[in-house]
């Protein structure tokens, strides 16, 4: 079969190699539609050697079981599903309390549990083995659809589900980037919440994408878009901020206009840096204000992304390549180029 393999640092090709068996536990995927991700564009470039060699890229994945595995029920060949990209040990207590991303199974404080694409094989080919206890069934959900859903989706879902005691009536949410995340993050918000929903981004065509969705859309290179922001929230700031950037910029930005005990949500992985202060005059934070760094989401977070898909209430814009044209695919993500989220299709875009 085909695949998408890091083969070393920086060396990123299509491949062919062996298809998989599915081990006991396991199903084997037709892959459907496989979502590319700012993430697959860092773990391209990036130099150091923190993923295994040989690595099939892609953590977001939609596809049709052609295989089951030993000791699988449930499902069968034929069936369709979403996978789930936090494959937890399912035993610890944060996994049986329903918390899969915070899973304590991973040997390390630091890491996260087995993800596909960055730490076991992941979806960028014609066939991918997985867990049966990773999939979500899709239905008849357009598979581009459903594959954007496992990241794109669920990560802003589960930061705004882990806010929504802030998020009540007259309340204010800022998401700062307007691109693949940023537009799920705010059809999710007006799905679940609601709040008035401002979106800042630095380039007016993405803006102009969600201005008709959104209470305010503003260019977040004004010198003066803070004092902007803070008037749009009557002075005291936004309840949440969901920050998809996550450079330097952005996070001072988001620490510079959530409001007193309101929730700055650091989702980008741009490699920004904060310096978090507690003098009695502390300008970084205002007082109760949070900042965290969430990863994912749980698996009823999925569950529930793929319901709001289902109902029409989240519409992601999708761009599709061949998966021939993987490495273009990641070239105009990285370059800014491409319209919402690029999937690549086996098949044929």
Not at 65 to 83: H, K, L, Y
Not at 118 to 145: E, H, Y
């Amino acid at each position: 079969m085909r695949a998408v393999q890091l083969l070393e640092p920086t060396k990123l090709e299509l491949t062919e190699i062996d298809t998989p068996e599915p081990r006991a536990g396991e199903v084997l995927l037709e892959v459907l539609a496989a979502g590319v991700c700012q993430t697959d564009v860092h773990m391209r470039r990036t130099t150091e050697a923190w993923i295994p060699a040989g690595t099939i890229l892609g953590h977001e994945t939609a596809g049709r079981i052609a295989a089951v595995g030993e000791g699988v029920s449930g499902w069968a060949v034929g069936d369709t599903a979403a996978v789930y990209p936090v494959w937890s040990c399912g035993v610890c207590r944060s996994c049986t309390a329903g918390k899969q991303n915070a899973c304590l199974g991973t040997g390390s404080r630091l890491a996260p549990a087995a993800t596909p694409g960055v730490s076991v094989n992941g979806g960028m080919a014609d066939f991918m083995a997985a867990p049966a206890s990773a999939l979500v069934r899709t239905g008849d959900l357009d598979p581009t659809v459903a594959a954007t859903l496992t990241d794109a989706a669920l990560t802003p879902y589960h930061s705004v589900r882990e806010s929504l005691h802030l998020l009540g009536p007259g309340s204010s949410a800022v998401v700062i980037g307007a691109g693949g995340l940023g537009r799920m993050a705010v059809q999710i918000l007006r799905a679940i919440t609601s709040a008035r929903v401002i979106v800042l981004d630095v380039k007016e065509t993405a803006l102009a994408a969600v201005r008709d969705e959104v209470d305010a859309a503003l260019d977040s290179s004004d010198p003066s878009i803070a004092d902007k922001v803070l008037a749009a929230t009557g002075g005291t700031g936004a309840d949440v901020v969901l920050d998809l950037v996550g450079d330097d910029a952005t996070l001072a930005l988001a620490t510079g206009v959530v409001a007193p005990y309101g929730a700055v949500r650091a989702i980008g992985l741009t490699e920004g840096r904060f310096t978090f202060e507690t003098s009695q005059g502390a300008l970084s934070l205002p007082w109760g204000a949070s900042l965290t760094r969430p990863y994912s989401g749980t698996y009823q977070d999925l569950i529930e992304v793929v319901a709001l898909a289902q109902s029409g209430h989240l519409r992601p814009v999708v761009q599709t390549f061949s998966l021939d044209q993987a490495l273009l695919a990641l070239d105009q993500l990285e370059a800014g180029s491409l319209t919402g989220r690029g999937v690549l299709v086996p098949k044929g875009a």
